[in-house]
């Protein structure tokens, strides 16, 4: 006898919809078929969409820029989230620049996020290096995170050298790691360009193609781990198909966020400019449109949720900007939008196999955690909702067809019908176990 019986969905196993039941138990999937088979509890799915628990692995709760703290803590945060769908949420740590650093900050970080309401774990995060790439690597490891982010640009607390960049991509190439970068060469950034109008000009398309080209060398040199966090401009995706065909999407992969599909830099010249203010910022037309015809080589659809409060970004200064926006809960509904069927993937598999959550996270598998997410795809039209403690949302005028009606963590609702429920999200440690 199973625990809970899903009845009457189509879910999306092998790239396929099909009409099936989902049997859970103990918080996991214990059995997939068409067989009508004995269970404590039946849930109708009334013919929705079925598919795996969405993972967001680039969010920012609970952050510090400058005076300001981000508008979502791991509670607000994490409960935009579930509403999206999203049922599992990686964080950063804070730069450190040794192993014993990195602890710390995963003490520190942890009892922030003793509240998230979805499952979560941490990048580790390193600066200018004080430290080996050995002892960085072990540290990160022991935390449960094989993945460790670095900032080639916010000098000086963040920066990363290319040396220290070299180093870590060097240490990769044992396969345990693999290193997510901020990719903007620090002086290719105008620093004098301060009125907000001018934010694609002082941090250019050109400062991130050529710092993540930079990276490619190091990966093809010693056949590390890369991953470039944001990527917001179609020729940086263009150079690296051309340039280094044998590393993307074998050694490098790219993540990008749906703002960089929905807005171009036009906006910076609008009174609300502040609103869409974030690090790499909006492109030009030109670099979104060439986004949208390669988007298909990401591997990965998240966010950079990193919310501040309207009055908080409201500046014309750039300097004096919080930078970062919304997006968890908005996410996958307005990329399923754009692209259909072909984003789920990117939102379930492709993470949970690169941060090192698969199979426990990213499929419809006996054994894997059972949360899911019901959808329906065709709805008349509806705005998107707005969970999160951050006012100005960039995507409220923005109508969709698609809605997120249940969600499902571990075997139990979150959100059931327009109803969220209590629930207390898990740590989860990671490991580099399976690849794409
Ligand atoms: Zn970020």
């Not at 990686?90 to 942890?110: A, M, S, V, Y």
């Not at 941060?355 to 955690?369: A, E, F, T, W």
Request: aromatic share 10%; proline share 4%.
């Amino acid at each position: 006898m199973y625990d809970l019986r899903i009845c009457g969905g189509e879910a999306y196993l092998d790239r396929q919809w099909a009409r099936t039941n989902i049997y859970i138990s103990a918080g996991r999937i214990a059995n997939i078929s068409e067989a009508l088979l004995p269970a404590v509890k039946h849930v109708d799915a009334d013919g929705l969409k079925i598919i795996p628990g969405l993972i967001d692995p680039h969010v920012h709760l609970a952050m510090n820029s400058g005076p300001y703290t981000t508008a979502d803590d791991f509670y607000s945060g994490s409960i935009a989230a579930a509403w999206g769908g999203v049922t599992t949420v990686i964080d950063f740590l804070d730069e450190r620049p040794t192993g014993e650093g990195i602890q710390k900050e995963f003490e520190r970080k942890r009892k922030l996020a003793r509240n998230c309401v979805v499952d979560y774990g941490f990048h580790a995060a390193i600066c200018e290096l004080r430290d080996t790439a050995e002892n960085i690597a072990a540290a990160a490891l022991r935390i449960g995170s094989p993945t460790i982010k670095l900032y080639t640009t916010y000098k000086p607390a963040a920066y990363s050298s290319d040396e220290t960049v070299e180093k870590m991509i060097k240490r990769s190439a044992e396969n345990d790691i693999r290193i997510l970068c901020h990719a903007e060469a620090d002086d290719l950034i105008d620093f004098d360009l301060q009125d907000l109008s001018q934010l694609s000009k002082a941090r250019p398309a050109e400062a991130e193609i050529t710092q993540v080209l930079k990276i490619a060398e190091f990966v093809r040199k010693y056949e590390g781990n890369a991953y470039i966090v944001h990527v917001s401009s179609g020729t940086t995706i263009r150079k690296l198909l051309s340039e280094y065909p044998d590393i993307l999407n074998k050694r490098l992969y790219l993540e990008s966020a749906p703002h960089y599909f929905y807005f171009d830099d036009s906006v910076y010249q609008r009174p609300d400019a502040f609103l869409y203010s974030m690090t790499p910022p909006l492109r030009p037309f030109s670099e979104q449109e060439i986004l949208k015809t390669d988007w298909r080589l990401l591997s990965v659809l998240a966010t950079d949720h990193c919310p501040f409060m309207s009055a908080e970004k409201k500046h014309k200064k750039i300097s004096e900007i919080p930078m970062g926006v919304g997006g968890v809960e908005q996410s996958f509904a307005l990329m399923y939008q754009l692209f259909g069927d072909e984003v789920i993937e990117r939102y379930t598999k492709n993470p949970a196999v690169l941060h090192g959550l698969y199979p426990q996270k990213g499929c419809l598998q006996i054994n894997s955690d059972a949360d899911l997410v019901f959808f329906d795809d065709q709805r008349e039209s509806c705005h998107l909702g707005n969970h999160s403690k951050q006012d100005g949302s960039i995507y409220r005028d923005i109508v969709v067809h698609v809605r997120i009606e249940k969600v499902m963590s571990s075997g139990s609702f979150l959100i059931n019908n327009g109803v969220q429920y209590g629930k207390k999200g898990k740590y989860l440690s990671r490991k580099l176990t399976s690849s794409l």
